[in-house]
């Protein structure tokens, strides 16, 4: 971090890779950010080519947190979501701090790093104890934050619920494969949620991803007891929280 308060954060996804400067005392970025086409195949090394790339255009000259759309246990990655599958067994940590000449970098997961940013700054920051966001995309992502500090590469969209998988059964893609309407996709998403308070008890779900961007449409549809939030950080919630992660020495 540097003495004004700024980190620096990258998000790395299956069509972009998004930075910028980050307000730590506001969640806000410092800079419009930059995005550079995430390189295919989306190999390790070609990734990392692109993340060097995209902190010299930023001319930033400290630490990088980096989001990686993989579960990271000890700077490794093990999955691949969106990413070339060579990125399993990958020292992401490794790789990227080479890249930028040996300084230090913090990697996590995509979606824990949408988490952190989304209970400090965003649609959960006046709610204490247990949150949880829930990503509706392709599949579905996860975070689980208790007084802002993250259990991380929880992979919720993989339990099962009801006899399927949470992301098989409620995905913003099954939406769309199936021709859903929001009512009946409500219905899907609310088994799931319900499943996932009767483990948890959050005091809210936070509901990100890109038909996030429709909230009204189906969040006052859902039938599960807890309330549910819109997250509200939008494209900026990767990075943010990558430069959160940074700052708090966060390196699951």
């Not at 005392?25 to 950010?33: D, K, N, P, S």
């Not at 769309?176 to 899907?188: E, F, K, P, V």
Request: hydrophobic residues 45%.
């Amino acid at each position: 971090m540097s003495a004004r308060g700024h980190a620096f954060g990258i998000d790395i996804g299956g069509s972009g890779v998004k930075g910028a400067t980050v307000d730590l005392a506001t969640g806000e970025l410092v800079h419009q950010r930059i995005k550079i086409a995430t390189p295919q195949p989306a190999t390790p090394h070609a990734v990392a080519e692109t993340v060097a790339d995209l902190v010299a255009q930023a001319g930033w000259a400290g630490p990088v947190g980096i989001t990686l759309p993989c579960v990271v246990l000890d700077g490794v990655a093990r999955t691949a979501a969106n990413v070339d599958p060579a990125w399993i067994g990958t020292d992401a940590r490794t790789l990227f701090s080479a890249a930028l000449g040996g300084r230090e970098v913090s990697v996590l997961n995509d979606a824990d790093a949408a988490g952190m940013a989304e209970d400090r700054y965003g649609a959960a920051k006046d709610f204490d104890g247990l949150v949880l966001l829930l990503t509706f995309g392709t599949g579905i992502g996860s975070a689980l934050l208790y007084d802002g500090t993250l259990v991380p590469n929880s992979e919720l969209g993989h339990v099962e619920i009801g006899g399927m998988e949470a992301e098989h059964r409620a995905a913003a893609s099954i939406k769309d494969r199936d021709g859903l309407s929001y009512q009946q996709w409500a219905t899907q998403v609310s088994t799931v949620l319900i499943g996932l308070e009767n483990l948890f008890w959050p005091k809210v779900f936070v509901a990100g991803g890109g038909i996030s961007r429709d909230a009204g449409q189906w969040i006052p549809l859902l039938t599960n007891r807890t309330p549910v939030i819109a997250a509200n950080l939008k494209n900026t919630a990767g990075i943010v929280g990558a430069a959160m992660a940074i700052d708090a020495g966060i390196a699951p």
